[in-house]
């Protein structure tokens, strides 16, 4: 029979597993929605990439998600993509789901 402390160590486990794998979801998220802004900037390659990271660099302070998108919106207003904030917030939430998906990740 399961001791209390055997218990709590088996929440401490499910804790570190949960917050890791919220970071994994959050970080791949921030890559695809990198991708997908890189794309629509006109950015191939190693430009591509190159933003991507910089706006997950972002995502790492607080505040991270709205930095981030303001950072796509100015770009993409700087080069005359018709995509403003809430488009950008929308394919964010996609981009969340979808990295859930992929990591096998449930909210």
Do not use: N
């Not at 929440?11 to 919220?22: P, Y």
């Not at 900037?41 to 990271?53: D, F, I, P, R, T």
């Amino acid at each position: 029979m399961p001791t209390f402390e055997d218990r709590e160590k088996g929440f401490e486990r499910k804790f570190e597993h949960d917050q890791e794998m919220a970071f994994k979801v959050r970080s791949r998220k921030r890559k695809l929605l990198g991708e997908w802004a890189a794309h629509h900037l006109g950015l191939k390659g190693g430009e591509a990439e190159a933003y991507a990271e910089q706006l997950a660099q972002l995502g790492l302070h607080p505040g991270g998600d709205e930095a981030e998108i303001e950072a796509i919106a100015k770009d993409f207003a700087r080069k005359g993509v018709a995509l403003g904030p809430d488009r950008i917030k929308l394919e964010a939430e996609h981009f969340d789901r979808e990295a859930r998906k992929q990591l096998g990740a449930t909210k």
